[in-house]
């Protein structure tokens, strides 16, 4: 299988490019190599690719930046999708693309399912749910996932390890809720379910961390279960609202994602995020 990933650098698109590599060749050009916001060379690499996979795992991932600049936002997040999908489809070849609970405006009181209403409350959240909405009717795969995170890339709790050996007091917000996600096992789950027969069919699921938290637990999580803790200066940690940091964008409050799909469909379920997290932390 002739697989074209992009995205390679972030932190899903790091851990791809290592498990795709046992499917077959894997064609993934750097940021450097190809600025895929130039839609005109990204249509020439896949023409020269000839995939039978097509991986998109690049995005517009600024959500504050994204108000100052929507139309960037729109066409990495819309008009990239928009092009691969049509390419996948002319090729007859598989498209994997990406989106986020941010297509949620967070004011549920249940886990969200793939059929919810969406109610994008920020332009980043709206230029994502035009993703989705560009491959609605296609074959391509579309999976929702939320608050992804490595150590091996800036996210939640690499910020969070740092702030901890830097500050002595704390304040993360406990009205946020989510599922954690750990990039590993995304990535290795789509590594896995694209060789499923169910793929071609395509469709949007829901494929995120197993259960749900709050930023500010979440954080806590992640102090007591950093194998490096007596490096620590952190003495305490405070929970406040969201209004305390008051943001560009309107992040989505409650919005974890009901992933029940996907387990029935593929047979996948990630792992609970405090399993991961441990994994992922080596403790």
Same mark, same amino acid.
Request: glycine letters at 8%; one cysteine or more; aromatic letters at 8%.
């Given at each position: ?66 108000? *100052? ?8 997040? *819309? ?10 489809? *002319? ?193």
């Amino acid at each position: 299988m002739r697989t074209l990933l992009l995205g390679r650098q972030g932190q899903v698109g790091s851990e791809l490019l290592i498990r795709l590599a046992a499917h077959g060749e894997v064609t993934a050009p750097a940021r450097a190599v190809l600025d895929v916001s130039d839609l005109h060379a990204l249509r020439r690499a896949v023409v020269d690719a000839a995939p039978d996979l097509i991986v998109n795992a690049t995005a517009w991932n600024d959500v504050d930046g994204a108000e *100052r600049d929507p139309k960037g936002a729109y066409r990495l997040n *819309r008009d990239v999708p928009a092009l691969l999908g049509e390419e996948a489809a *002319r090729r007859g070849a598989l498209f994997v693309h990406f989106s986020t609970d941010f297509v949620f405006d967070g004011k549920g009181d249940r886990p969200y399912r793939e059929e919810d209403r969406t109610n994008p409350s920020s332009i980043y959240g709206s230029s994502k749910r035009a993703g989705e909405e560009v491959l609605e009717g296609s074959s391509a795969l579309v999976f929702r996932t939320a608050w992804v995170w490595s150590l091996t890339r800036k996210s939640f709790v690499s910020t969070m390890l740092s702030l901890a050996r830097s500050k002595e007091e704390l304040s993360v917000v406990d009205d946020q809720v989510g599922n954690p996600t750990y990039a590993a096992d995304l990535a290795e789950a789509v590594a896995t379910l694209v060789t499923h027969e169910a793929a071609r069919a395509g469709g949007l699921f829901h494929l995120a961390g197993g259960g749900s938290v709050s930023r500010y637990e979440f954080a806590r999580a992640i102090f007591a279960l950093d194998p490096r803790k007596d490096e620590h200066v952190l003495r305490a940690v405070h929970p406040v609202k969201s209004e305390a940091f008051p943001t560009p964008a309107v992040r989505p409050k409650h919005a974890p994602l009901d992933c029940e799909k996907a387990a029935r469909v593929f047979g996948v379920r990630l792992r609970d995020w405090r399993e991961a997290l441990a994994a992922g932390l080596g403790a």
